[in-house]
């Protein structure tokens, strides 16, 4: 297993996953615009996916490059049913609040 | 390893101004910058199919899905009014120190001693020479011969994604007019028909 890549320790690589997580899960939690929740959802993904790469290039095993390409294909379908959610909410109101959407369970 | 300091700052600064912006436009933007870094990343770590599949996928597809939804949104007389953003204190304190616990685990992961799983047959060679580790080739090999089943699942969730849009967002529901809507169409295709008649 290789520990750095290019002079670059593995720790970094996810610690710079690990920071650009919780970014999104800041954003994901505190953010009320459906829109860019999504957005920050996006990035939690990308900080999965980060991840995912440096551990299959660390171990010159392309499985964890394989995940990574499900989880964009998730990332994608998930992206298209969320919008589309978000259009036919907007549709039904011109005033919308994420914590409103509490109707949407059951 | 200078090119990867710069990568990180980039993807930092971009990831906190998607989370901040005002505007969902501004948040699209540098999530489109940080998308771009994210690819540069993995072309440094010799994953290049990947770096491609994100620039088509994540900046081709689904930011412009972003960039539609805002468009359509805004298209309307009245602007939207969101909701205001507000932190909730649990949450936020659970997250912060799930961070800490997070990078903590890390840092010891990092000391302990590693299973070294079977490697990829491919060699590592240099990015977009031949049939090397993270090429197209070695990637699509091991994808459609060693796992071909989570491929198959991947297309039945795509399928399911788009017929939960076709239902959710396809206008299947008959238009109902309001009173006055209807009393302005009928009063305009009254004159229509009277301006025919002359």
């Given amino acids: 297993m290789a520990t750095s890549f290019a002079g670059v320790p593995i720790f970094d690589y996810e610690a710079l996953a690990s920071i650009l997580f919780f970014i999104g899960l800041a954003g994901a939690i505190a953010r009320r615009n459906p829109l860019v929740m ?14 995912f790469i440096v551990f299959a290039r660390a171990w010159l095993n392309n499985a964890g490059q394989i ?15 969320a ?3 978000v259009v036919v909410v907007f549709r039904s109101a011109p005033q919308v609040d ?3 959407v509490r109707v949407l369970h059951g | 390893m200078i090119s990867f300091w710069v990568i990180a700052v980039v993807l930092v600064v971009s990831a906190l101004w998607t989370v901040t912006a005002r505007r969902p436009i501004y948040s699209v933007v540098s999530l489109l910058l940080n998308f771009a870094a994210l690819a540069t990343t993995y072309l440094i770590l010799h994953a290049e199919f990947l770096a491609v599949m994100q620039m088509i996928v994540y900046s081709g597809a689904i930011l412009m899905l972003f960039v539609f939804v805002i468009a359509l949104l805004n298209s309307g007389i009245a602007p939207i ?12 304190a659970a997250v912060a120190l799930a961070a800490v616990a997070f990078i903590a ?31 197209i080739g070695d990637f699509g090999q091991a994808l459609f011969l060693s796992r071909l089943l989570p491929f198959e699942v991947t297309a039945l969730i795509l399928m399911v994604a788009v017929i939960g849009v076709v239902l959710l967002a396809g206008d299947l529901t008959p238009y109902v007019p309001t009173r006055r809507r209807a009393e302005r169409a009928r009063r305009a ?3 229509a028909i009277l301006r025919e008649g002359k």
């Fill in chain 1, 38 to 51: 999504l957005m920050s959802i996006e990035l939690m993904f990308n900080a999965a996916n980060l991840a």
């Fill in chain 1, 67 to 81: 995940f990574a390409f499900l989880v964009i294909t998730v990332a994608a379908a998930e992206a298209a049913i």
């Fill in chain 1, 83 to 85: 919008l589309a959610i």
């Fill in chain 1, 98 to 100: 994420v914590d409103d």
């Fill in chain 2, 81 to 92: 009014v969101l909701g205001r953003d507000r932190v909730p204190l649990a949450p936020a």
């Fill in chain 2, 105 to 135: 685990t890390t840092i010891a992961a990092a000391h302990a001693p590693a299973i070294v799983p079977i490697a990829s047959h491919s060699p590592l060679g240099e990015v977009g020479r031949g049939n090397v580790f993270g090429s």
């Fill in chain 2, 189 to 191: 295709l009254r004159e």
